[in-house]
């Protein structure tokens, strides 16, 4: 059932409800236009998108100049210096110039173009204008002269970065455009051309978004040399062996001079090169000199390509600040040219990337199909962009740790109703976490490519945006708990400090859990008395634990909290819901629990695994998997490569960006572990110390199907004058033939072969940084009877340099820049300035190949997503609720819930993914169906519509391009989605997205 409207606020939305017949429908009064996909107007519509293209010459070569600026939000300033254009002493950039230049060329001539990406300061700018302003854009916008593409609240990394945050992100800017310019905001075209190699899941994402074409600059030399000699620059990519084609097909292409224009034609107040001088009663007359020039370089471009089509990016970094110079030269370049069209076959015009992609699709080939990704890259033989994929830990760890918490508040925010944002604990909201996010995911952000200043910058938004959260997220606890007392988010609990715990004899934990199934989970909280009784929300009691805190921890806590003990109890946690547990000091005494016993016990289990120590070194040495009956030799160490500084061989230092180390061979931190131990009925700990700088916990928790290994590294010496780049290593007897396998941006998982790579014939220059990939959640080796799988909390560089090995880097310090642009060595401070100390955790798993995914799928997905633990002061209230659930049971195993958010007072955003892969689970790997109606125990659902994967168009209104693989025997076509009703199936590694229209039960 459809119902179309016309209406003066532009838009009368339906939603089919789950409730009627298809045939019925509920019509949707919004109060205001903001936050739904436009539906197209009876009225003339504006001539934006492929309607407006150019008119081009199909017998002549037609060279697409698209003017562009490249806008970091962040880079070597922070992103309001970079909006402002403050601190021009760091490098000469201001956005909101580069803006109003870019307005007004635009309307001294129709002829002209201009496309903008990053929708961060495209906001901030919007804000400040005048209504006169506000109309003229959005009649550039309607025309198509200015044209919208990406969208993102930023570019976004593709090597670090978490799916669901790219998600959020990409959300959260087309919503703005949406919001603010209707259907000729929607950009058409993904553009990523700086990001330092391409992920293939970002592929699949931007597929599923809608998005036509996909254009990015960087790719390994290598690759390109070959792509060039092939003419295969533009390809269909598809990236998914999951999703049916076309679901996540995307035709790509690689721009042929990564972003900057062809040599001698850049006339932006950054460049040098010579204008246009064409009065020839002047000197120096060269339009003829300029037009034999561009002509060739259009002819050697044109030989690489395909079609009679090619595309030139006319901009680079912050340029356009005064974009006459650029608009002016531009005019007479493209006036000059086709005044000798006929005679040359080149025919010149301002253009965009969708109309490029137009001509692209109207030329009707079949291109070549890719199904790998672009990682690694590198630039030259010695310099390979995969140092990033570990610089800056703690900020990677933050960046995680806020995505999680980004959707606790989003789900409090809807279970909490309208009380969320106002109430006894203040005013909240979920906005700003959101913009921090949408910041943070930018490709020197979570990448670790920024300045150490800008690297501030990201984390104080990420505080903030959780400062603003944590009064949200208490007005709910209270609204769904009864009790308004305060509420207490520790949130340095990785070095046991927590006021709340350490100081009351009694208190009360509140454990939010935001996933779709019910979790078990070990809370451990700073205390200072040696005995307590815990107590579930039913009043029984919990065993819980007291172990005297670590000297490791002592050591990276310094002078921030003074806890003597740490207590330990295990917690189970509804789905979507809280379990409140009371907590009682029933004695304090001078004694305390005993401390560690010194050296390694021979082996430590519990009903699922067991390890063993090696009696003379106190490293690990083997792990048995004790359901299967499997035992892996296995030893784990830590190692650090020695930093180039540049040799023979090339100039190229290791730095934020680049990894090179100067030997193949890492050099250990020690060959031996000081071991202690703690053996408790809930957990068994042995501590490892290697160094004063590096120690680990190997911790196996009752009931834990994995091994837990808590690493602590840094300050990394660096007083001997050599750069490290720490490592921990596990080495083992799979048979694993030189390949081992790693997740795409947390979902799904490709083959990595050591020293190859699928499309080209690889000359490896660089045995060790040459083999590293991104790392965002999981990497894994195999044999016929034995994986060994490790999962991360952030984002790192892998690898494995020997069969049975596998490798991660935990945290670099360096000492030289990379000759990047970053122009600073990487070498973070920390709190206290003798450098940075980095904690974090590997959980670590043997099964059957066959069984794997079975436990690192919802693994991964618990760690991605924790509880959140608020504390309370005192004793719980009579009559106040312990337990609650947002759901009316839990979510199958093989589904998780992606997102719900408010989307606007009405509507609420749904995510439902499937969790696994096909083919790679026996149990799990095949359709489920979920029902919407019942989903809420809270919320009734009495509207559904399905959208794209950005939220930005109605499902059943997204139309792509079609394109033809090469491989293809016949189009592909995807099936289509069950209708939205209220029984949704979800297919392998399927995401569906819903607005749903909902009322308070």
Known sequence: GVVDVSHDSGLVERMASPVLSAAAAILLLLSEAGGFPARAPTAEPPRCGYESCPVTQPSMLNVHMVPHTHDDVGWLKTVDQY?????????????????????????????????????????????????????????????????????????????????????????????????????????????????????????????????????????????????????????????????????????????????????????????????IRDDPALEDYNVDSVVKKFLQAARDQAALYKTNHIIMTMGSDFQYENANLWFKNLDKLIHYVNAQSQGSGVNVLYSTPSCYLQELHRANLTWPVKTDDFFPYADTPHSFWTGYFSSRPALKRYERKSNGLLQVCNQLEVLGGAASRRGPHGSGDSDTLRRAMGVAQHHDAVAGTEKQHVANDYAQRLASGWAHCEPLVSNVLSVLSGSVSPHSYCGSLNISVCPVSEDNHQFSV????????????????????????????????????????????????????????????????????????????????????????????????????????????????????????????????????????????????????????????????????????????????????FSPWVSQVVRLPRGGHQLELEWTVGPIPVGDGLGKEVISRFDSDINSSGLFYTDSNGREILERRRDFRPTWDLKQTEPIAGNYYPVNTRIFIKDGRSQLTVLTDRSQGGSSIKDGSLELMLHRR????????????????????????????????????????DTHRPEAHRQALPPLLSLQPGKTVAGQRLEFSGLQAELPPAVQLLTLSQWDSESVLLRLEHRYQRGESVAHSHPVTVNLQKLFSTLEVEGV????????????????????????????????????????TLQPMEIRTFLLRVRRR
């Not at 939220?951 to 391009?961: D, F, G, I, S």
Request: glycine fraction near 8%.
């Open 83 to 275: 909006y402002y254009g403050d601190r021009n002493e760091i490098q000469h950039a201001g956005v909101q110039y580069i803006l109003d230049s870019v307005v007004q060329a635009l309307q001294q001539d129709p002829r002209r173009r201009f496309i903008y990406v990053e929708t961060a300061f495209l906001y901030r700018w919007w804000r400040q204008q005048s209504a006169e302003t506000r109309r003229a854009v959005t009649q550039l916008i309607s025309q198509g002269r200015l044209e919208l593409v990406g969208g993102g609240w930023c570019m976004n990394d593709e090597a670090t970065v978490l799916y669901s945050a790219v998600i959020d992100q990409m959300t959260l800017g087309l919503r703005f455009l949406n919001d603010t310019f209707g259907r000729c905001g929607r950009p058409r075209v993904a553009w990523h051309i700086d990001p330092f190699g391409h992920a293939r899941e970002q592929a699949s994402l931007f597929a599923q978004m809608g998005f036509d074409g996909f254009f990015f600059g960087r790719l390994d030399y290598q690759d390109k040399a070959q792509r060039m000699r092939s003419r295969t620059m533009e390809m269909l990519w598809r990236a998914s062996e999951s999703l049916v084609p076309s679901n996540a097909d995307l035709f790509t292409g690689v721009l042929p001079n990564g972003y900057n224009p062809p040599a001698g034609f850049c006339w932006d107040q950054l460049c040098d090169d010579p204008p």
């Open 510 to 689: 509140t454990v939010y859990n935001p996933m779709g199934s019910a979790v078990s989970w070990s809370v451990r909280l700073p205390v200072n008395g040696s005995l307590y009784s815990v107590t579930d929300p039913r009043g029984q009691p919990v065993d819980s634990q007291v172990v005297p805190v670590s000297n490791f921890t002592r050591a990276v806590r310094r002078d921030r909290g003074y806890a003597a003990y740490e207590l330990v109890f295990p917690a189970r946690v509804p789905p979507l819901g809280f379990s409140t547990y009371s907590v009682s000091l029933l004695q304090r005494s001078w004694q305390g629990p005993p401390p560690p016993q010194p050296g390694a016990p021979p082996s430590i289990q519990n009903e699922f695994v067991k390890v063993t120590f090696d009696p003379d070194t106190g490293l690990l040495s083997s792990i048995s998997n004790l359901e299967t009956q499997q035992t892996l030799r296995l030893s784990q160490n830590f190692y650090w490569y020695n930093a180039s500084v540049g040799n023979s061989d090339s100039a190229q230092p290791s730095g934020a960006y680049i990894f090179r180390p100067n030997t193949s061979s890492p050099f250990p931190v020690s060959t031996r572990a000081q071991t202690f131990t703690v053996q408790t009925p809930l957990f068994q700990e042995v501590y490892q110390e």
């Open 814 to 853: 360096l000492l030289q820049d990379d000759f990047r642009g970053v122009g600073e060595a990487l070498s973070e401070p920390g709190d206290y300035y003798d450098g940075l100390v980095v904690r974090g955790k590997l959980l670590v798993s043997l099964s059957p190949p066959a069984l794997a995914a």
């Open 945 to 984: 519509s399905e959208m794209s994967l950005a939220a930005n168009q109605w499902k059943e209104e997204m139309t792509r391009l079609d394109w033809r693989g090469e491989t293809d025997a016949k189009p592909l076509h995807s099936r289509e989605g069950s209708p939205s009703g209220s029984e949704v």
